[in-house]
């Protein structure tokens, strides 16, 4: 079973296979919540406060998140 970001399932690009995490491209993320209608700030600043910091508890009791990649860019 996988531990999921409610809202994302656009973002997710991938698992790591030892501890079957999910992997979110962070610029899909916040493509999604400025489509939302978030400005660009306004989705950065709640991406950092209230998605990527979100610790789940997996079953085994541990305190987990998905993996959250940064994306990057030959610009």
């Known amino acids: 079973m996988f531990i999921k970001a409610d809202g994302f399932?656009?973002?997710?690009?991938g698992v790591e296979e030892?501890?079957?995490?999910?992997?979110?491209s962070v610029s899909k993320c916040l493509d999604i919540l400025e489509?939302?209608?978030?400005?660009e700030l306004d989705a950065v600043e709640h991406f950092g406060?209230?998605?990527?910091?979100?610790?789940?508890?997996?079953?085994?009791?541990?305190?987990?998140?998905?993996i959250?990649?940064?994306?990057l860019s030959n610009e």
């Open 68 to 71: 959250w990649c940064y994306d």
């Open 49 to 66: 406060y209230n998605v990527s910091g979100t610790m789940f508890t997996n079953d085994d009791g541990e305190l987990i998140t998905p």
């Open 9 to 13: 399932d656009d973002a997710i690009i």
């Open 35 to 39: 489509k939302e209608g978030m400005s």
């Open 18 to 24: 030892r501890t079957m995490r999910l992997i979110y």
